[in-house]
């Protein structure tokens, strides 16, 4: 049974950077895309973008200025940062698995338990 | 992007109820549409996938049809654990994601 588990995020400041990780359990890590969807307050869901073991990234055209991603296969973690954070990235952040490497689509099936970040002077 | 619009955004029904939500997107995105149910404070869950088939473990009172642009998701009796908020979303291209759907106590 795969689960995902996340941390990071919390409190932040204008302009400081976000930093979430997200461990993978019970199942193949270099299989699959792992993305990063958030969701402001009482709003709806947003793509962020998702990566692979071997790193390869696809992200949100609005965000993809901001985004640094990795992964560390050794660990079954990817983890993400967003920079330069205004309360406009205020939201639950969520990690998710999603489609398989090789293939064109998917839905997100597997989900973290998600994370706040609240960004505020 | 392809933009994804759900009708009704707030729904209110009562247990038993017969209870359909509408998703249309932007242009057409085939099959590749998903539902998903999240609760207060939860992650969302995935429920049906290829828009009209069953995830694994859904209750078979859930059911999805359509394909092209315009989706629907079908509650045939509403149980106490389904009011919850529902939402739609195309993986055609990159992910997009519908506003959202509250089914309320009536």
């Known amino acids: 049974q795969v689960q995902l588990q996340q941390w990071g995020a919390g409190l932040l400041k204008p302009s400081e950077t976000l930093s979430l990780t997200c461990a993978v359990y019970g199942g193949s890590f270099s299989d699959y895309y792992w993305s990063w969807i958030r969701q402001p307050p009482g709003k709806g869901l947003e793509w962020i973008g998702e990566v692979n073991h071997s790193g390869g990234t696809h992200y949100n055209s609005s965000l993809k200025s901001r985004l640094i991603t990795s992964v560390d296969t050794s660990r079954n973690q990817f983890s993400l940062k967003l920079t330069s954070m205004t309360a406009a990235d205020t939201a639950v952040y969520y990690c998710a698995r999603g489609r398989k490497v090789g293939a064109a689509r998917a839905p997100f099936d597997i989900w973290g338990q998600g994370t706040m970040a609240t960004v505020s002077s | 992007d392809i933009q994804m619009t759900q009708s009704p955004s707030t729904l209110s029904a009562s247990v038993g109820d017969r209870v359909t939500i509408t998703c249309r997107a932007s242009q057409n995105i085939n099959s590749w549409l998903a539902w998903y149910q999240q609760k207060p404070g939860k992650a969302p869950k995935l429920l049906i996938y290829?828009?009209?088939n069953l995830e694994t473990g859904v209750p078979s009172s859930f059911s999805g049809s359509g394909s092209g642009t315009e989706f629907t998701l079908t509650i045939s009796s509403l149980q106490p654990d389904d009011f919850a908020t529902y939402y739609c979303?195309?993986?055609?291209?990159?992910?997009?994601f519908g506003q959202g759907s509250k089914v309320e106590i009536k």
């Open positions: 290829e828009a009209s």
């Open positions: 979303q195309q993986y055609n291209s990159y992910p997009t």
